[in-house]
Nanobody, 111 residues
């Protein structure tokens, strides 16, 4: 069993930045790909970015060039740096790897 804990969400003005963290209870990101997903009210959950165990990143077109993934293996943590935030980025952000999901962290971008 693995616990994933997201943090770093909050309220920010459009154009601002936030850094989300996803910390695992044990070393797992080196074994499985992980993903950041988000779900806005009334919308389906969407995949925002992925990081493979070998370090390859992919991003949804809607966040490409603004969001960046990174990983700290020593801390069992993956970060999602979010720059140039837009109101449409408002959502609950979740991380997942293998069969495990975090509880989510709210990101709210005001216009």
């Amino acid at each position: 069993q693995v616990q994933l804990v997201e943090s770093g969400g909050g309220l920010v003005q459009a154009g601002g930045s936030l850094r989300l963290s996803c910390t695992a209870s044990r070393s797992i990101f080196g074994m499985y790909s992980m993903g950041w997903h988000r779900q806005a009210p009334g919308k389906q959950r969407e995949l925002v970015a992925t990081l493979t165990s070998s370090g390859t990143t992919t991003y949804a077109d809607s966040v490409k060039g603004r969001f960046t993934l990174s990983r700290d293996n020593a801390k069992n943590t993956v970060y999602l740096q979010m720059n140039s935030l837009k109101p449409e980025d408002t959502a609950v952000y979740y991380c997942n790897t293998h069969f495990f999901w975090g509880q989510g962290t709210q990101v709210t971008v005001s216009s």
